[in-house]
C-alpha cells in the first residue's frame, strides 16, 4: 500500500493509473476504521484494479467543536487494517493539503427537501461540509466507482445527488451495514461508550427491529410508537425515530410498503444513528 499526503502526488500517481486504464475503487472515510469500513474495502477490491481509501477528518462537517476534537484518531491501526485488506492507496492529508487556509464550505441547500430533514435538522451545516469535502476529494481521486454505508443512508442520497449533478461517470455503491454481533452499528464513535452505556446501545436495534417486525398496515403505528417509547428512556436521549420513504425522506403519514425507518440518540456524550430498510 502507498501512503500519500499531498494532493499533488495524488494527482501525478491517478493519472498514471489513468493512463494505464485501470479501474479505480474510492472508499473515503475519517479513519479509526473498524470492520464497517473494511467490508467497503472488500467490495472495493472485488470490482476495481485500485482501490484508495481517505483518512480525512473533516473539519466543515462537524457542528460541534468538542465532537471534532474528541474524534478518534488511530492511524496505526488503521494502516494495519487496510494492510490487512490489501488496500492500494491510502490518502491521509492535513486539512490545509484539501482546503489550502480557507475552510470555506458550499452549499447542499437546493439539492431537495432530504437535506434539511432529520440529520440535516440536528446537525445544521453538516451535509454542506459533506459535500465540499467530497467535492474535492472526487476531483483528486477521479474514481471510477465510490463506495459508501448505508449506515449514513441521508449522507448517501446527498452523495447520489452530488454525482448525479457533477460527476456522472461515477458509479455509486451502497454497503449494508455491519454489526456487533448484539446488533449494534459499528461505529467509530462507539469507543466512546462507556461500559454502561455500551450495555444499552443494542436497545437502538431491537427498537428498529421491533418496527420492522410490525411492518404491516395495521400494525405499523403501533411498532413505531412502541419503539419511540422504548428509546425515550434514560440513558437514551431520543432525537429522532422516524418512518420516511426511502427516496424522498418525507415522513410517512400513510403505510407504504418500502420505507425506512432511520433513527438518531445521544447515549452519553455520544451520539448514534442507525437505520433499517422494511418492506418488500
Ligand atoms: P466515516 O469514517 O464514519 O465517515 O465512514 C466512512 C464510510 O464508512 C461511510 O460511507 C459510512 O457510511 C461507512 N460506514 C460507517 N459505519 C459503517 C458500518 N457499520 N457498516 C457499513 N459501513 C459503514
Known sequence: ???????????????????????I??????????DGHLSLIESAKQKCDIVVCSIFVNPTQFNQASDLASYPRTLENDIRLLLSKSCDILFHPEIDEVYGNLL??????????????????SRPGHFDGVVTVLRKLFLLVQPNQV?????????????????????????????????EKDGLAMSSRNVRLNQSEREVAPKIFES????????????????????????????????YLCACDPMSLDSLTHFQSN???????????TRLIDNILVGS
Not at 104 to 121: Q, R
Not at 158 to 170: E, G, H, P
Not at 229 to 235: A, C, D, E, F, Y
Open 1 to 23: 500500500m502507498i501512503l500519500i499526503k499531498k494532493s499533488s502526488d495524488l494527482l501525478s500517481h491517478i493519472s498514471e493509473l489513468k493512463k494505464a486504464n485501470r479501474i
Open 259 to 269: 420505507a425506512i425507518i432511520l433513527v438518531a440518540v445521544q447515549l452519553g456524550s
Open 147 to 179: 463506495y459508501f454505508g448505508q449506515k449514513d443512508y441521508q449522507q448517501c442520497l446527498v452523495v447520489k445527488t452530488l454525482i448525479q449533478r457533477s460527476f456522472q461517470d461515477i458509479v455509486f455503491n451502497l454497503c449494508p451495514i455491519a454489526r
Open 104 to 121: 470555506e464550505k458550499e452549499s447542499s441547500e437546493d439539492y431537495g427537501s432530504f437535506i434539511h430533514v432529520l440529520e440535516g435538522a
Open 208 to 239: 428498529l427491529q421491533l418496527v420492522a417486525q410490525n411492518w404491516t398496515i395495521t400494525n405499523w403505528e403501533l411498532g413505531l410508537n412502541q419503539a419511540q417509547v422504548n428509546l425515550q428512556k434514560p440513558p437514551f436521549q431520543f432525537e
Open 25 to 34: 475503487g474510492f472508499v473515503p472515510t475519517m479513519g479509526a476504521l473498524h
